[in-house]
């Protein structure tokens, strides 16, 4: 995720960060030049969230077993 500054929000930084000793401008201009990211990003391939179901199961015999494992909750809270 980006955010993005208008150029008010980025005069205010400029003028704070101007007040700051050559040795921390670098610092900081190198930082900043080692998180510009020019690759683009890796495309993900939805068809690798889904699939067909598989199960040597009857559907009768799933929706009993869902069912069968259902767990009531006992404990009450008394107020």
Known sequence: MSLALKNTTIEKY?????KLDIAS???LITK???SINDKEPEKFD?????GAW????S???II??????RV???DSIDL
């Open 25 to 27: 401008k670098k610092r």
């Open 54 to 57: 598989e199960d040597s199961r």
């Open 14 to 18: 400029f003028g704070f960060l101007a």
């Open 59 to 61: 559907s009768d015999e």
């Open 46 to 50: 939805l068809k690798s969230l889904y």
């Open 72 to 74: 009531e909750k006992k």
């Open 32 to 34: 900043l030049k080692e």
């Open 64 to 69: 009993e077993d869902i069912k069968n494992s």
